[in-house]
């Protein structure tokens, strides 16, 4: 039975085929298309799984969207009438392209695919939970999912167990603490729905002196968990902008900039706005916790991309052990929706792997084999060498010592928003230098942004106060004191670390990479940054990553089984 999960028309357009249950493959179409979050209908997204399992469109049982229109043009509709005569200006933007477009979605999609069967349609939510707990190694769990909006829903929470799930609370639109981060991300300067994790970022570098004036004035916590925004501060329910006058008179200005300089009161902001989300989740999942009496949680939704409040989740909550989804944003919704249809819909069963999830390493993608390699770099004129691995992992693992950047491109792509040893950048953790290095010279960012450690599992321990798995680097956790000056690279101003964890079963070749970086230098860690520059998606053909490694200061470039430095090749700028 195949099973085709799609999202789309937002941001962060995806797709996802199941087999039987299993997963097969997932991508998300900005990798094909260069359009950093495209949110247009995913067709080579599509049509890449389709070709990972073999199949073509007519083979596919069930084609399921992840969210439901109607229900989403409701909330629309009701909040413009609400708001009326504010939301006047918004209903004649946005109505005409619903009428035209987006309340046909079965028609549209049947068109696309050129499928005349039915399509299913699953609650942004649900689509989220599903996603969550059902690759999960866990037989039964809390979920908690917490986002922006879906249809209604910001928030919510339940529990799974088997093949079945139910969310029995939720918090709705307009009161959202992704929406409010989101809100502090716009009054930063920085894109919406993009750059959240730049906030993250930034907030180590300030204090969080506005903290207790936004609990006192911008959202009213409850004692349940629960919680409900001061809408007068905020301009997203009619308006095209994410905060009010009030807002910037409350908050000392106008928004920031982009090419503006970050002040302290910008960092002190970040500060401020990470702990109050940071609380409100802890405050969510100990209500969860109360309410489900399970002592494991499944997170899900784009808030759940926030490690910092995952780190403190997993140490303060008091739940013995959480499961994040790695693609936890839109994207993920497009394998949850087809994780629905499977267990929930159709009733199938679940067996949960305890010693294993069900996501593969997040390695669902398309891969490129050593021949498909090769003709790109024939066709570029690439001057390269091809090398047995053993010869080939000694030879980065010499370039790694000396402080060369890496671009290392194997196998399967890696689904949602993190690299994860396929698609990576890669540098020696020891040199101080490295971060400013990496973030000015390769990947064109602001100097603030941290890097990731990649440890050898077994070695995660001896350098982090975390014993935690993270094969997805979705947990930060402190850097242990007697470490930080030797791994600088990755650790962050306020000695934190966000944190990968590899291991040879999930990662092989990257796994052996840093075992002879170790045997080499004594260090079993490497810096992990993802394979593009600033405002591009990640790499995803061969060509993609040539590209990316010509165009900046990057040493080396490691496809499959080819070596390539920087020195003697001549490319020709597309």
């Not at 039987?20 to 179409?29: F, K, N, P, T, W």
């Not at 603490?177 to 930034?202: H, R």
Request: glycine share 8%.
């Amino acid at each position: 039975m195949l099973i085709l999960g799609i999202s789309a028309f937002y941001h962060d357009s995806a797709a996802c085929l199941l087999r039987d249950g299993q997963i097969v493959a997932a991508a998300q179409e900005e990798r094909f298309t260069r359009v950093k979050h495209d949110s247009s209908f995913p067709e080579q997204a599509i049509k890449t799984c389709l070709d990972i399992a073999g199949s073509r469109i007519g083979d596919v049982d069930f084609v399921v969207f992840y969210e439901k229109p109607f229900l989403k043009f409701e909330r629309l509709l009701e909040t413009y009438l609400k708001r009326t005569p504010r939301g006047f200006r918004s209903y004649f933007k946005v109505v005409p392209l619903w009428m035209k477009d987006k309340l046909w979605m079965k028609h549209s999609i049947q068109q696309e695919l050129d499928y005349d069967r039915e399509i299913l349609f699953s609650e942004h939510h649900e689509s989220h939970a599903a996603a969550a707990f059902f690759p999960s190694p866990f037989e039964s769990a809390a979920i908690l999912t917490v986002d922006g909006v879906g249809e209604w829903t910001t928030t919510a929470y339940g529990k799974g167990e088997g093949n079945d799930l139910t969310l029995d609370c939720e918090v709705r639109f307009p009161h959202s603490l992704g929406l409010l981060y989101t809100a502090f991300t716009y009054y930063l300067g920085f894109k919406p729905n993009s750059d959240e994790y730049k906030v993250m970022g930034l907030a180590p570098y300030g204090h969080p002196v506005f903290r207790s004036q936004i609990e006192e004035e911008l959202i009213e916590l409850h004692d349940d968990g629960s919680f409900r925004l001061n809408l007068d501060y905020f301009n997203y329910e009619t308006g095209f902008t994410m905060t009010s006058d009030l807002f910037h008179r409350r908050f000392g200005g106008p928004p920031r900039k982009s090419k503006d300089t970050l002040t302290e009161r910008h960092k002190n902001l970040a500060a401020s706005i990470q702990k109050v989300t940071e609380e409100v989740m802890l405050g969510l999942c100990r209500r969860v916790r109360e309410e489900t009496g399970e002592d494991r949680i499944c997170l899900g939704g784009g808030v759940a991309l926030n490690c910092v409040a995952n780190g403190r989740i997993l140490r303060e909550s008091g739940f013995r052990d959480l499961w994040i989804q790695p693609a936890a944003g839109d994207a993920g919704g497009a394998l949850g929706a087809a994780l629905a249809v499977y267990h929930r819909f159709l009733g199938k069963p679940r067996e949960a792997n305890q010693s294993c999830d069900g996501m593969r390493g997040a390695l669902l993608g398309p891969g490129f084999g050593r021949e498909s390699v090769r003709q790109v770099l024939e066709r570029v004129g690439a001057r390269y060498e091809e090398l047995a691995e053993t010869e080939l992992i000694a030879r980065t693992c010499e370039e790694l010592r000396k402080g060369a950047v890496v671009g290392w491109f194997q196998g399967r792509m890696e689904f949602g928003p993190r690299a994860l040893g396929n698609r990576s950048i890669l540098a020696d953790p020891r040199r101080p230098e490295m971060q400013r290095k990496l973030n000015l010279s390769i990947k064109f960012r602001e100097s603030f942004r941290p890097f990731a450690p990649s440890v050898l599992e077994e070695k995660q321990a001896e350098f982090f106060q975390n014993e935690h798995p993270s094969p997805y680097m979705l947990l930060v956790g402190p850097v242990n004191d007697s470490r930080r000056a030797g791994i600088p690279a990755v650790t962050h101003v306020d000695g934190s670390a966000r944190i990968q964890t590899v291991s040879e079963q999930q990662n092989g070749r990257y796994y052996r990479l840093i075992r002879a970086f170790e045997e080499l230098t004594g260090c079993p860690i490497l810096v992990n940054t993802s394979f593009n520059v600033r405002n591009e998606p990640i790499v995803c053909s061969p060509q993609d990553a040539y590209n990316c490694f010509m165009r900046t200061k990057m040493d080396v470039l490691v496809m499959e089984d080819f070596f390539l430095t920087k020195e003697g090749q001549v490319w020709e700028r597309p």
